[in-house]
């Protein structure tokens, strides 16, 4: 550990990494793991998955709630578990288990007028939903692993945040129209969020795409990587969240000109980008008036 010329201390990155590992945010790296590995697994039947929420009475009664909100539209309620993952769907409930699961880590944490993990996670679940989208309505693949990028792709900051309060909040303040949060990140500790969620990842023993995308993030993808088309869906949706307000208060590169170019490389038009960004708001939206927007 080293301090600043303002007497403030930072972590290599290295030691970043041991640090977050005995914090709330490494605490959850199993259950993490556990619920990636389930995401990715289509052969998880209904049995299994009804074991493991019936063992999580916290999850147990968020399904319930999620089945029986307005956004079903049910003209009857759902009382039974096995219902209730007929109804949402496979993927449906592991996804809310596991937005319940990294949603935690979101609850609390700094409050300002430029950031809080609130903020953030809004932001993250924005971006998640907006980039699983893309995939189901212009790839017409299901894109397993998208979900679970765009839910975790800023972890590095939380774990900024978290370990490098100080530090982080001198950060923030670096940053403008001219500094982004990247650069802001380099200059003060020396990496930035991107490296970390890489690293995250890696100490995590998550996938390997997962790490490559979360890494390079903020970067204009290379079509010519096996990941591209993961990278170029996380990239447009992070991109337009930011732009239209689903995100935090934070600079951040101006990138509409490489969101333009990706979109036309995959043939996305920017009226489908608008569609499906006032459908995501509308669902942020209906999240956050029935308390659902944290699990």
């Avoid at 029986?68 to 288990?97: C, D, H, P, T």
């Avoid at 303040?173 to 500094?179: E, F, G, L, R, Y």
């Avoid at 500790?189 to 890489?198: N, V």
């Avoid at 490559?212 to 903020?218: A, K, N, P, Y």
Wanted: charged share 25%; proline share 2%; with cysteine.
């Amino acid at each position: 550990m080293t301090a600043t010329a303002n007497k403030i201390e930072k972590y290599d990155l290295n030691e970043l990494i041991r640090t977050v590992a005995k914090t709330e945010l490494g605490s959850i790296s199993n259950v993490v793991n556990k619920l990636l590995s389930m995401l990715r697994d289509q052969s998880t039947n209904a049995a299994a998955l009804m074991q493991v929420i019936e063992a999580d009475p916290v999850l147990a009664a968020k399904l319930l709630r999620r089945v029986n909100s307005a956004s079903y539209g049910l003209n009857r309620s759902i009382s039974s578990i096995q219902e209730s993952i007929v109804m949402v769907g496979f993927n449906g409930v592991k996804e809310l288990a596991l937005n319940m699961k990294v949603a935690k880590i979101f609850e609390r944490g700094m409050q300002s007028v430029r950031y809080s993990r609130k903020a953030l996670w809004k932001h993250s679940l924005a971006v998640a939903l907006l980039s699983k989208m893309i995939y189901r309505r212009e790839f017409k693949e299901r894109g397993d692993d998208i979900y679970s990028i765009g839910l975790i792709h800023d972890i590095g900051i939380v774990a900024e945040e978290e370990v490098m309060p100080q530090a982080f909040s001198v950060m923030l303040d670096k940053t403008s129209s001219s500094m982004p949060i990247t650069a802001a990140e380099a200059e003060t500790f020396g990496y930035d969020h991107q490296l970390i969620g890489a690293r995250l990842c890696t100490a995590w023993k998550l996938p390997q795409d997962m790490t490559d995308v979360i890494g390079r993030h903020h970067s204009l993808p290379d079509a010519s990587k096996p990941t591209a088309k993961l990278s170029m869906a996380l990239f447009i949706a992070d991109h337009y969240c930011h732009a239209s307000g689903l995100g935090f208060e934070y600079s951040i590169t101006k990138t509409q000109e490489d969101a333009d170019k990706i979109c036309a490389s995959l043939n996305i038009q920017q009226k489908s980008m608008e569609v499906m960004l006032a459908d995501i708001k509308k669902e942020i939206a209906e999240l956050e008036s029935t308390g659902g927007l944290f699990g």
